[in-house]
């Protein structure tokens, strides 16, 4: 991918939204002039085709159809496909971290604000099952494509940060227990809210519950906070 490619697509990542739901997909000729908004178009959609489909499943003339362009400015505007994959691959991580970065944990008291995250990242993973589906994804290519975004890995460097200090707070205050490390209790906020969409097909439906039932949702959010306090509180 030359040089102009990843400058675009490194610009558009931090800009653009990718909920899909919230595309307006507008013929071609009015938005000759608009490029971001042709690129946040195509990632949106985009979004969608590889959550469902995955890298090798998606087609790139169903993104180009769906957004009334072509094939040959998705090209221009990514590179390839696997360009347009990693672009829809920070989006997403972008996206979730710059939500994350707004709670504002810092004007919180410690457990206040443990409570606040853990809640934040459940909400998040269940309204987000596209953020999963190319999270579970990157894991069956064993992080290749992830490994390719130094933009992704930093995105993630203020998040375990942010644990640490909140961590550091509760600890002084005598609310955390010590001796913890801020990376395990990231790993398990992630564990714990991931599990319910990762698997609520196949868990679902073993045991038979549905965890898109309102009540399951609440019980489920109030386990997994409940987990996470008596894993920290001293």
Known sequence: MNEAVQK???SHAR???LDASQARVRPERSRTNNPER????ILAVAYTEFADKGLAGARIDMIAAATRTSKRMIYYYFGSKEGLYLAVLEGAYRQM???????Q???????EALVRLVEYTFDHHRLHENYIRMVMAENINRGEYL??????QDLNVPAISAIEKLYARGVREKVFRPGLQALDIHAAISALTFFNVSNAHTFGLIFKVDFKDPAM???????????????LQR
Not at 38 to 41: C, L, N, P, V
């Open 105 to 111: 944990l810092e004007s919180l008291a410690p457990m």
């Open 217 to 231: 949702v609440q019980h489920r959010r109030a386990c997994v906070v409940d987990m996470m306090v008596r894993y």
């Open 8 to 10: 675009k697509r490194a």
């Open 97 to 103: 971290r710059e939500q994350e970065a707004e709670l």
């Open 147 to 152: 490994r390719q975004s130094p933009y992704i």
């Open 38 to 41: 042709t690129m946040a178009e």
């Open 15 to 17: 800009t653009s939204d």
